[in-house]
């Protein structure tokens, strides 16, 4: 089988502008493709993630995903790990993105933070963590 890269991420949003400009901000991610119903940004990696209008998204996939009531959550988590995990959860924290979870150490490794960015979706913010959990090299 050959392998198969992940390239990007998209997110089914009711106000694209909102979520465009929360992610810029938190991240310092750029635009890459800018259109009024769909606007991708571009990760340093290369990868990107995109924000796409729910109808214009429903179009592509056949149904319209319904926008998750009031203080509710998508069920969509998106994972980044930060070298500046501090200064991040600050920013987050300026933005006005719910937080759902402040930092945890993990079995994995990491130190993790939960937000709920304006759609809902959620948002860890990670970073390895500094001391090991017990019985992790």
Same mark, same amino acid.
């Given at each position: 089988?050959?392998?198969? /890269? /992940?390239?990007? &991420?998209?997110?089914? %949003?009711?106000?694209?502008?909102?979520?465009? %400009?929360?992610?810029?901000?938190?991240?310092? !991610?750029?635009?890459?493709?800018?259109?009024?119903?769909?606007?991708?940004?571009?990760?340093?990696? *290369?990868?990107?993630?995109?924000? =796409?209008? @729910?109808?214009?998204? *429903?179009?592509? &996939?056949?149904?319209?995903?319904?926008?998750?009531?009031?203080?509710?959550?998508?069920?969509?988590? +998106? =994972?980044?790990?930060?070298?500046?995990?501090?200064?991040?959860?600050? @920013?987050?924290?300026?933005?006005?993105?719910?937080? +759902?979870?402040?930092?945890?150490?993990?079995? !994995?490794?990491?130190?993790?933070?939960?937000?709920?960015?304006?759609?809902?979706?959620? +948002?860890?913010?990670?970073? @390895?963590?500094?001391?090991?959990?017990?019985?992790?090299?």
């Amino acid at each position: 089988m050959k392998p198969t /890269h /992940h390239v990007l &991420t998209v997110f089914a %949003v009711t106000d694209v502008e909102r979520s465009v %400009v929360f992610y810029e901000r938190a991240f310092g !991610w750029t635009r890459r493709a800018d259109f009024p119903v769909y606007v991708e940004l571009a990760l340093p990696d *290369g990868r990107g993630v995109a924000f =796409y209008e @729910r109808r214009g998204f *429903g179009l592509n &996939t056949g149904q319209e995903p319904p926008a998750p009531a009031a203080g509710a959550l998508t069920g969509a988590e +998106l =994972y980044l790990r930060c070298e500046d995990l501090d200064g991040v959860i600050e @920013r987050l924290h300026a933005l006005g993105a719910r937080m +759902l979870r402040p930092v945890v150490r993990k079995d !994995w490794g990491d130190d993790v933070a939960y937000f709920a960015d304006p759609e809902g979706n959620v +948002l860890a913010v990670a970073r @390895r963590a500094l001391v090991p959990p017990e019985g992790n090299p």
